[in-house]
């Protein structure tokens, strides 16, 4: 099966749309036609390289589209079903097991390059591309999955809305209703006003928290915000003292703190702001190498906590429920994407990366 797939060879350099052969699908894989992928962060950082991946390689984890043929074993799907791409897992690990997919003990699912095996999914000119990044490899006009990353979807959720559900809208919405569970009354800060903060932001309107803080410095998302549910926002831009801007809009200290930044100046200043008891939940991962200071006593005298969230700790009917809400009006995603034809993905990537748009999703032509 020949793909169109925006191949990234080498670090930093333009993604190239080339076609790719896609191999066929094993008794265990899914074969999706691609309809719509959204951006991440994640995919960008490979491009640029600060984030290790095989080149020449094909990227891009919030896919969604139609199955076009399953292996022989695969029963939770069939050709023509709508299905949205997730975060893969092997369904045997301790973590697995325990209903905690996102936290599965096989890294090689989500960075290995190919098959567990070693075997290429695509192959370009007769040589090998890593692919199966984060389980998918969207960028592309045909992704091969496993079929635990297949998650059947309703057929009324349009391409476009559905795809980021995968990755940024279950990070930043399962790490407010599947970790942090505010409570009644508590206040909830959002670091970041991006895709992630975004759904979080969305999620904790939902719960009887009673104060959400929306911080960012883009005042036109800190407006977004307000719309999507927060009660009262903080322009990081005006303020240059975050610890106490967050304490006066909290009354004293935040319950809570959801910090998608991946800024580790953000999170040093915002530590302090939580209130006694409080929970810090990083979300947005800085570069490896980097390392924070912590005020030891306060955190111990305060019993506070700082707990670190992968893909919010999402699942299947987690997912399931979270589109659920969105059909229903009550979690609207759709206000958060624009769409790109996939031949403008440098486009869309320079306006994820300028802050200009949310989501970035690419759509494919049928
Ligand atoms: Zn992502
Ligand atoms: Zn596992």
């Given at each position: ?5 925006a ?55 919030e ?60 192959t370009m000119?007769?040589k ?16 091969l ?25 279950v ?15 508590q ?20 719960t009887?928290?009673a ?7 883009v ?15 903080i ?10 801007a ?52 306060q ?7 700082i ?10 009917p ?12 009550r ?5 958060l ?5 996939f ?13 200009k ?7 494919f032509?049928?």
């Amino acid at each position: 099966m020949k793909a169109t797939a925006a191949v990234c060879e080498a670090p930093n350099q333009p993604l190239l749309v080339r076609e790719v052969e896609v191999a066929e699908p094993r008794p265990t894989e899914v074969l999706v036609r691609v309809t719509a992928t959204g951006i991440c962060h994640t995919d960008i950082s490979i491009i640029q390289g600060k984030i290790p991946f095989g080149m020449p390689g094909v990227v891009g984890h919030e896919g969604a589209g139609v199955v076009e043929e399953v292996g022989s074993g695969v029963t939770t799907v069939r050709p023509g079903d709508k299905v949205l791409l997730i975060s893969p897992s092997c369904g045997r690990c301790r973590p697995c097991l325990i209903g905690h997919p996102a936290l599965c003990e096989v890294p090689a699912l989500r960075w290995g390059g190919g098959r567990l095996d070693g075997s290429p999914v695509l192959t370009m000119d007769g040589k090998p591309v890593a692919s199966r990044f984060l389980g998918q490899s969207s960028f592309s006009t045909y992704a091969l999955v496993e079929e635990r990353t297949a998650l059947k979807a309703p057929d009324d959720i349009s391409d476009e809305i559905l795809a980021p559900f995968g990755c940024g809208v279950v990070t930043g919405a399962g790490g407010v209703l599947n970790v942090l569970k505010p409570q009644s009354n508590q206040s909830v800060v959002v670091l970041g006003a991006g895709a992630v903060g975004m759904s979080a932001i969305m999620a904790a309107a939902l719960t009887p928290a009673a104060r959400l803080i929306a911080v960012d410095v883009v005042p036109e998302r800190l407006a977004l915000a307000r719309e999507l549910g927060a009660t009262d926002t903080i322009n990081g831009a005006e303020s240059d003292d975050l610890t106490a801007a967050i304490k006066d809009a909290t009354g004293g200290g935040a319950h809570i703190i959801v910090e998608t930044t991946a800024s580790t100046k953000v999170l040093q200043s915002a530590l302090p702001a939580l209130a006694r008891g409080g929970v810090m939940g990083l979300i947005g991962a800085p570069a490896a190498t980097e390392q924070v200071s912590l005020p030891v006593v306060q955190l111990i005298m305060g019993a506070m906590r700082i707990e670190g969230i992968v893909m919010g700790d999402g699942t299947p009917p987690f997912l399931q429920a979270l589109m659920r809400l969105h059909r229903d009006g009550r979690f609207p995603v759709d206000r958060l994407v624009q769409t790109y034809p996939f031949d403008q993905i440098e486009q869309a990537m320079a306006d994820a990366e300028s802050g200009k748009v949310i989501k970035p999703v690419l759509t494919f032509g049928a």
